[in-house]
Nanobody, 124 residues
Framework: QVQLVESGGGLVQPGGSLRLSCAAS????????MGWFRQAPGKEREFVAA????????YYADSVKGRFTISRDNVKNTVYLQMNSLKPEDTAVYYC?????????????????WGKGTLVTVSS
């Protein structure tokens, strides 16, 4: 069993940056692909980014490509989402997720674990 706890959300101005963290408990973290999803008010949850268990492969939604970077530290059992050049449309609750295959997360499948989310608000 893996438990995921997100942190790092908050209020930021347009053009600003935030780094989200997701701390995982459980021995399977280092062999699990990890991902970030988000859900804006009134919208469905959507894929943001995913990373393979080794960190060698990363995947991004077109809407965040070039602005967001996903990374992981398998010693600290933590996955990160560095968010730069934030826009008001990035406002959402951001969820950490874990599963066996990073590429499968692009379509929202193969998710075994979910965190409870952290709120990011981009506003002036």
């Amino acid at each position: 069993q893996v438990q995921l706890v997100e942190s790092g959300g908050g209020l930021v101005q347009p053009g600003g940056s935030l780094r989200l963290s997701c701390a995982a408990s459980g021995r399977t973290f280092s062999t699990s692909a990890m991902g970030w999803f988000r859900q804006a008010p009134g919208k469905e949850r959507e894929f943001v980014a995913a990373i393979s268990w080794s960190g060698g492969r990363t995947y991004y939604a077109d809407s965040v490509k070039g602005r967001f970077t996903i990374s992981r530290d398998n010693v600290k059992n933590t996955v990160y989402l560095q968010m730069n050049s934030l826009k008001p449309e990035d406002t959402a609750v951001y969820y950490c997720a874990g599963g066996p295959i990073a590429a499968a997360m692009i379509k929202g499948s193969g998710i075994n674990y979910w965190g409870k989310g952290t709120l990011v608000t981009v506003s002036s």
